[in-house]
């Protein structure tokens, strides 16, 4: 028998089968950097405008901070349970199995809503703003009705039935497709940012002249206009920096720089799960929310802040709408430019609701193994590896939210983003505790790291908690972020209590089979 | 008849004293292994000082002060499949210059642990009338056959067929296909079809043959593990993961020669399942024992309708 010594620092290991698992740390961070959808920056900076004196930078880096102490909390739970299904199988099985379904069910409900959603802002707010860019520049009415088209309901619905499609055929044909998939674009997402970037800093030092270039397409002193207008209306000039406003505001960036934890529904198909899951959560947030950050500091600079404070609130005199991809596009004056500048917006637009796709179809396939959901949910395609009725059926009902959206106004004044936070803020606090609770299967883990004599999960989880907690609650009562805050607020419960019948009408179920669910949770005493 | 099967343990004390407790958990009254039962890693501990050791345990460094946190120490190593031996920094240095003092370390502490392990076992199970089957497999020393047949109460089915209730017979076979590690019973597939031929000339009836063959059939979809390079990394493609079938063509044809009632199967950790080859049934319950988590499968038979229901379990 041949050995080797030492193959880790410090252990020695001996020639036997089984020392492998998969591969992707940067699938995992690109898997983030989808799910972020830095694309929704246009809405962000729409809203900045309901909070006085607030500062977007700053706003970004307490909502990457607050992202970054979760997303490493997240990271170690994944760790502790390398297997596909998010936070459903961790906290089943640490906290309780009826709390882990209730928050995986909520989560999972309401990214298949974003599956939907997402599909159609794909067309609204990212192909259409890049088609009315491209048909101002090129003086194409042609463009700018197609531009109109993509707003109306056979457009939205189309194109996010299409986008969708295209998606689910992806994942279906394997995990590895899909990720390579994600990977092209998301490297031509990171080099689209650049070139935005750029673009962005020589308006903003005066190189290039945004306010020249929307006069030259919206007639002479349209710039000014809009200012006024603005000033007239008491939106502009911007009101003196504010730190209780930035905090509020802090969870327009937050609700999407925190949606990179997403990733640990599919723990089981990465390999070194540990260090996948820690850099890719964190990378995907510190990169997109250092994004957040220059983007908005450079759309100050180079439209200006009375400018962007006005067009929000007023229009613009444009066939257009007053959506920042558009300002950025006549910074840049050049079709060229705004083709490289639209290609992040438009990508991200397409891919976030693959990541939708994936969480929902990894935790379902999760439930589908322990019993808590029909079997076919579970079943895994044996060419291509993947949980194709899982997949097709989140696909389905995405498609029905999407049709929803694109034909009735019911989705309207709907927020899902409460339903997702619950995760947030339960497994923020359950961080803090899991230490101390579980004491042995933390001691016993490779993420018994401690800071100080203190674990640091659980400093991370208080980090985690003060500020996503507060995220939370404002979530929950802010009418800014959410039109109607009592359909959203009622949404997100109704899908607890329809989460929590779903998982003891299965209990019963299957007892009923023969099967008791409690034995897939409990663990066998030692002793 | 309920049988609980688990199998690739390597060595978790967890594991181990959940599988000594699976038959009451479970209501089982043949609970088996199916090989594997040896762990891969040896955890040194360096004593630096008087009640003073340093050792590095799931890549953490850990640091020990005192005798009490040493024996936690010890435990969570041994729960996670590992084994620990105590040396200080000069005869460590001695084990990292020599392979050969390395290898003769595994063994003397892999058998230590099998002999603690069928002690254990015939102190629980000892009066239960609970059935109790283990045997070696491909990444497990010759030297455990010899441990195991030393049980009071744990019967080895490998290279066997043994007689159950009720007239169900359970052949087991522990050797494997060649792996790249090159383990202990890897054999050629010819060898393996041979052996395979050998012990089930002596089923008396297939019907009601339970096949205990550690590696799973070829292409069964219980056999899907990452393909890998020279150097045993394993392969990405521009698919990403090059995932491929590596499971045994003699364990195939057998199933599909013999068509037993049930193939319970292991060895790839990662290809948990229960799937149907050409009508029979095949399973294997995956492992996840450095978690200490006990992946395993409740067999439900009938003496007069055969094979009722498999289920997964994880406990």
Redesign the interface.
């Known amino acids: 028998?041949?050995?080797?010594?030492?193959a880790?620092?410090?252990?020695?290991?001996?020639?036997?089968?089984?020392?492998?698992?998969?591969?992707?740390t940067r699938?995992v961070m690109f898997y983030g950097v989808q799910q972020i959808a830095l694309s929704y920056i246009v809405f962000i900076v729409i809203a900045w405008g309901s909070y006085p004196g607030a500062s977007m930078p700053l706003a970004g880096l307490i909502a990457t901070t607050a992202g970054v102490a979760m997303g490493i909390c997240y990271a170690m739970f994944a760790t502790?349970?390398?297997r596909s299904g998010g936070e459903y199988v961790y906290l089943s099985r640490t906290l309780a199995p009826v709390i882990g379904f209730m928050v995986s069910f909520s989560f999972a409900l309401w990214e298949s809503f974003y599956t939907g959603i997402n599909g159609a802002f794909l067309s609204l707010y990212s192909i259409s703003p890049f088609l009315a860019a491209m048909g101002l520049q090129l003086n194409s009415q042609g463009l700018l009705n197609a531009s109109t088209w993509f707003t109306s309901g056979w457009g939205i619905f189309l194109t996010g039935t299409i986008c969708i499609a295209i998606l689910a055929y992806l994942q279906y044909r394997?995990?590895?497709?899909y990720?390579?998939w994600q990977r092209w674009a998301s490297y031509v997402v990171l080099g689209s940012i650049v070139v935005t970037v750029l673009v962005l800093f020589l308006a903003w030092t005066g190189a290039l002249s945004f306010q020249h270039n929307f006069d030259a397409l919206a007639g002479s002193g349209a710039y000014n206009k809009v200012v006024a207008q603005g000033v007239k209306a008491g939106v502009a000039p911007a009101a003196p920096f504010d730190f209780s406003q930035t905090l509020k505001f802090m969870i327009w960036p937050a609700f999407s720089i925190w949606f990179a934890v997403a990733s640990t529904s599919f723990s089981g198909e990465v390999?070194n799960v540990?260090r996948s899951q820690l850099i890719g959560i964190t990378g995907a947030m510190l990169l997109m929310g250092l994004s957040f950050i220059v983007l908005t500091a450079l759309f100050q600079g180079a439209f200006g802040s009375s400018f962007i404070l006005s067009a929000s609130a007023k229009g613009i005199p444009l066939n257009a709408p007053a959506y920042t991809p558009l300002f950025t596009a006549i910074a840049g004056g050049n079709p060229l430019l705004t083709i490289l500048m639209s290609l992040w917006v438009l990508l991200i637009a397409v891919f976030v609701s693959g990541t939708t796709i994936i969480y929902a179809s990894r935790a379902s396939l999760a439930w589908a193994?322990d019993g808590v959901a029909p079997d076919w949910l579970g079943r895994v395609n044996?060419k291509f590896?993947s949980p194709h009725w899982a997949i097709l059926l989140w696909s389905v009902v995405g498609v029905i939210f999407l049709s929803l959206f694109a034909f009735t106004t019911v989705l309207g004044p709907i927020s899902g983003f409460l339903g997702l936070a619950i995760s947030f803020i339960v497994v923020s606090i359950w961080a803090i505790f899991f230490p101390f609770v579980r004491r042995e299967?933390f001691?016993?883990?490779?993420i018994?790291?401690r800071v100080g004599g203190f674990p640091l999960m659980s400093l991370l989880g208080i980090v985690a908690t003060i500020l996503v907690g507060y995220g939370f609650y404002r979530l929950a009562i802010d009418s800014s972020f959410t039109p109607n805050l009592g359909f959203a607020d009622g949404g997100a419960a109704v899908g607890l209590v329809f989460a929590f019948i779903w998982f003891y009408a299965f209990k019963a179920y299957r007892r009923r089979q023969?099967?008791d669910i409690d034995?897939?949770y409990?663990?066998?005493?030692?002793? | 008849m309920r049988i609980y099967f688990c199998s690739d343990i390597h060595a978790s004390r967890k594991c181990w004293k959940k599988f000594l407790n699976s038959w009451k958990f479970y209501e089982a009254d043949h609970i088996i292994v199916g090989g594997d039962i040896t762990g891969k890693f040896v955890v040194p501990i360096i004593k630096t000082a008087p009640n003073t050791y340093t050792a590095t345990f799931l890549g953490v460094e850990r640091k020990i002060d005192s005798e009490e946190a040493l024996e936690v120490l010890k435990t969570r190593i041994a729960d996670a499949g590992q084994y620990w031996f105590i040396t200080d920094p000069e005869e460590y240095a001695t084990y990292e210059a020599d392979q050969g003092k390395v290898d003769k370390l595994f063994r003397k502490l892999v058998v230590d642990r099998a002999e603690e392990w069928m002690a254990e076992a015939d102190q629980k199970l000892k009066g239960t009338g609970v059935r109790c089957f283990v045997s070696g497999a491909n990444d497990d020393f010759f030297e455990i056959d010899s441990v195991i047949a030393k049980s009071e109460v744990i019967e080895d089915p490998n290279g066997k067929v043994i007689e159950l209730a009720g007239g169900f017979e359970l052949l087991g076979m522990g050797y494997g296909n060649p792996t790249p590690w090159a383990c202990p019973r890897d054999i050629p597939e010819a060898q393996l079809a041979e052996r395979i031929d050998k012990v089930a000339a002596n089923v008396r009836n297939m019907d009601r043959a339970i096949f205990s063959l550690h590696v799973p059939p070829l292409g069964s979809g219980l056999d899907v593990a990452p393909k890998l390079d020279d150097y045993l990394r394993p392969r990405v493609g521009g698919a990403g993961l090059e995932m491929i079938p590596v499971g045994s063509t003699a364990t195939r044809d057998a199933v599909l020669k013999y068509r037993p009632l049930i193939g319970l199967h292991g060895h790839i950790h990662e290809s948990r399942g229960i799937r149907k080859l050409d009508g029979v049934t095949i399973t294997n319950p995956g492992s996840e024992y450095g978690e200490g988590v006990l992946d395993g499968l409740l067999v439900d038979i009938d003496p007069n309708s055969g094979l009722r229901r498999v289920e997964l379990v994880m406990g």
């Not at chain 1, 028998?1 to 030492?6: D, I, L, R, S």
């Not at chain 1, 394997?174 to 497709?177: D, L, N, P, S, T």
């Not at chain 1, 409990?522 to 002793?527: L, W």
């Open positions: 028998m041949a050995t080797q010594a030492p880790v620092a410090g252990v020695f290991t001996r020639a036997s089968s089984g020392l492998v698992r998969q591969v992707a699938d502790l349970y390398p394997g995990a590895g497709v990720f390579r390999k540990q193994l044996e590896h299967q001691e016993n883990s490779p018994a790291w023969g099967v034995r897939r409990a663990q066998i005493p030692i002793e």
